[in-house]
């Protein structure tokens, strides 16, 4: 008996079902969705990285902060992330829509880094982010993070000493030679960059159901279009 058409037909539903699911029903539910503009804030949301962040993307995912860290905030009862101060609300698929490739991670040996841009802000979380590259050891003692000294370089101070340079964060016995002077390289400034930038802490109005504050007891009304009294930050 001739099975060519039937193994054919196999094959056919079986490409056919994977392209469904994977591609097609991904399309679907995430393809439309776009960035918001805000008039109040008038901006775009989520924001576009500044070129250094995303020089510093990079950076990340060259190291391997991905092994230890993820990116994605769970909504209560799927995890405690609210209650660690990882984000006042869950992640939603529009929050990645700018980035290329986006770096869920799987373990969470480290804290989750999605909002790590709202816990260190401006200079001081320069400062700090540089301390911790440093030595984790510097600003969370026993921590096992690995240090990221080699994102710094110590050199000779030839003529003026660099305005970039870092040693004044560092504790004493991590001091320079006298003469010698400790700055950080382009790929540590890119990469504090982006750590600065990841703040998801705007709430679309199209996703406000989102807001994560305690968990409401279960009722009935509140589906999809339930009004929310958070103003949007
Ligand atoms: C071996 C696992 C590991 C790797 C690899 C790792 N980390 Fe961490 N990270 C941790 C742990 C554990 C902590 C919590 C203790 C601390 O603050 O050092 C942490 C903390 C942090 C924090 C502070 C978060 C907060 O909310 O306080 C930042 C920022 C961070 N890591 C960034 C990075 C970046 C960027 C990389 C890659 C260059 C990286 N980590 C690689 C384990 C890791």
Excluded at 93 to 104: F, K, N, Q, S, T
Excluded at 187 to 193: G, K, V
Excluded at 209 to 232: D, H, K, L, M
Aim: proline share 9%.
């Amino acid at each position: 008996m001739n099975r060519a058409p039937l193994l054919f037909l196999g094959i056919f539903m079986t490409l056919a079902f994977s392209w469904t699911g994977i591609v097609l029903i991904n399309q679907i539910s995430y393809g439309k969705l776009t960035p918001v503009y805000d008039e109040t804030e008038g901006k775009t949301f989520p924001l576009t990285p500044t070129g250094l962040a995303m020089q510093g993307k990079r950076v990340y995912e060259d190291l391997g902060c991905i092994y230890c860290h993820t990116q994605q905030v769970r909504r209560p009862g799927f995890g405690v992330d609210d209650k660690r101060g990882w984000g006042d609300r869950q992640s939603v698929a529009r929050d990645y829509i700018r980035e290329g490739r986006v770096l869920l991670g799987t373990m969470r040996t480290g804290p989750d880094l999605r909002n790590v841009g709202a816990r260190y802000v401006g200079e001081s979380g320069r400062e700090w982010h540089i301390r911790h590259f440093y030595d984790p050891q510097i600003t969370s003692p026993g921590s096992i993070m690995p240090h990221f000294a080699f994102l710094f370089e110590t050199r000779k101070i030839v003529g003026q000493p660099s305005p970039h340079a870092i040693q004044r964060l560092l504790p004493a016995d991590y001091q320079p030679p006298l003469g010698y002077e400790i700055v950080p390289t382009r790929r540590a400034d890119a990469l504090i960059e982006y750590l600065l930038s990841l703040n998801d802490s705007y709430t679309y109005p199209q996703e406000s159901r989102y807001i994560v504050t305690e968990p409401e007891p279960a009722s009935e009304t509140s589906g999809a279009a339930a009004p929310t009294t958070e103003p949007a930050k």
